[in-house]
């Protein structure tokens, strides 16, 4: 069974940073390319990061880049998303969800979500 485990959203000021964690178990998550997708209070989902499996290659959303970095450790089978400089517009549920290889911005599997609200 496929299961994606995110955690260390919280509630910080503007300005500050998270460090989210997926754990992913059930399938061999060094094939996968995955994704962090958001999504806030009355919004649609927004796709906000991706990596490749093998190449690492890295993709990120314009309003992120800069300030969020993806990163996997296949060893641990665990997807990163390391979010710097924190705005409330940042405030959304955060998935870690895997890449169904079908087509861009598609994916099978997702997490049940970690919370992140930046407020002052």
């Known amino acids: 069974e496929v299961q994606l485990v995110e955690s260390g959203g919280g509630m910080v000021q503007p300005g500050e940073s998270l460090r989210l964690s997926c754990a992913a178990s059930g399938f061999t998550f060094s094939s996968y390319g995955m994704s962090w997708v958001r999504q806030a209070p009355g919004k649609g989902p927004e796709w906000v990061s991706g990596?490749?499996?093998?190449?690492?290659?890295?993709y990120y959303t314009g309003s992120v880049k800069g300030r969020f970095t993806i990163s996997r450790d296949d060893a641990k089978n665990t997807l990163y998303l390391q979010m710097n400089d924190l705005k409330p517009e940042d405030t959304a549920l955060y998935h870690c969800?895997?890449?169904?290889?079908?087509?861009?911005?598609?994916?099978?599997?997702w997490g049940q979500g970690t919370q992140v609200t930046v407020s002052s």
């Open positions: 969800a895997r890449d169904s290889g079908l087509a861009q911005y598609d994916w099978d599997y």
């Open positions: 990596i490749d499996s093998g190449t690492g290659r890295t």
